[in-house]
């Protein structure tokens, strides 16, 4: 079955600080892969996808995640960081060839220094 | 309406009692999604509808856990017997697509069963 892992559950970064969540799946083939921001008392808002084609890919917010096969993961990135991004972030991937449902990680809590 | 809608917010229920949670999607989509999603963890995949019909309710863990969609468009998913394992924030989400590639999520309604 697949799964998500994201292996840093809180992480703290400055404001103005460039900003990396690790995200690595297991999944016998390439799947669609997500990640959507969660702030308190919110809805989860999606950031970014990856179906195929240029592993690098741009979202909302000024965020981009890297698809890298190899090591089968899924990084979310920014160059600098502003304290209104300060929410939980989490990473899904849907299997291809259909499915219904999405598989998520169990986050990772961003904190914003000033 | 703007986005997707549930109701109540927050709900309180006493161990046993039956609870009823309701999700009013964006108008016009086809696709209904319930997820749970425990303290600390992401949300987990409860069922799918598309239009009326409930294609997938794999992810219900027990046979307390009941969802419909009777005409298509607002959806109630009932919990009998509550227990406390049962607490948890259940988050809606609707897609104008068949499937969850092009989500929106609904902020959730907190149950706490005490």
């Known amino acids: 079955a697949q799964s998500v892992t994201q292996p840093d559950i809180h992480i703290t970064v400055s404001e103005g600080a460039s900003l990396e969540l690790r995200c690595n799946y297991s999944y016998g083939a390439t799947p669609y892969l997500f990640w959507y921001v969660q702030s308190p008392g919110q809805g989860l808002q999606l950031l970014l996808k990856?179906?195929?084609?240029?592993?690098l890919v741009q979202g909302i917010k000024g965020f981009e995640a890297e698809f890298k096969r190899s090591q089968s993961s899924f990084n979310l990135r920014k160059p600098s960081v502003h304290w209104s991004d300060a929410a939980e972030y989490f990473c899904?991937?849907?299997?291809?060839?259909?499915?219904?449902?999405?598989?998520f990680g169990t986050g990772t809590q961003l904190k914003v220094e000033l | 309406g703007a986005g997707v809608s549930q109701s109540p917010r927050y709900k309180v229920a006493k161990r046993g009692q039956d609870v009823a949670l309701r999700c009013d999607p964006i108008s016009g989509h086809v696709s209904l999604f319930w997820y749970q999603q425990a303290l600390g963890q992401g949300p987990e995949f409860l069922t799918y509808f598309q239009n009326e019909a409930q294609l997938d309710k794999s992810g219900l863990p027990s046979d307390r856990f009941f969802a419909e969609r009777p005409e298509g468009s607002v959806s109630t998913l009932k919990i009998q017997r509550t227990q406390q394992e049962d607490s948890a924030v259940y988050l809606c989400?609707?897609?104008?697509?068949?499937?969850?590639?092009?989500?929106?999520f609904g902020q959730g309604t907190r149950l706490t069963v005490v």
């Open positions: 990856y179906f195929s084609g240029d592993t």
């Open positions: 989400a609707s897609s104008l697509v068949p499937g969850p590639l092009e989500a929106f």
């Open positions: 899904a991937l849907r299997v291809t060839g259909g499915g219904n449902k999405l598989t």
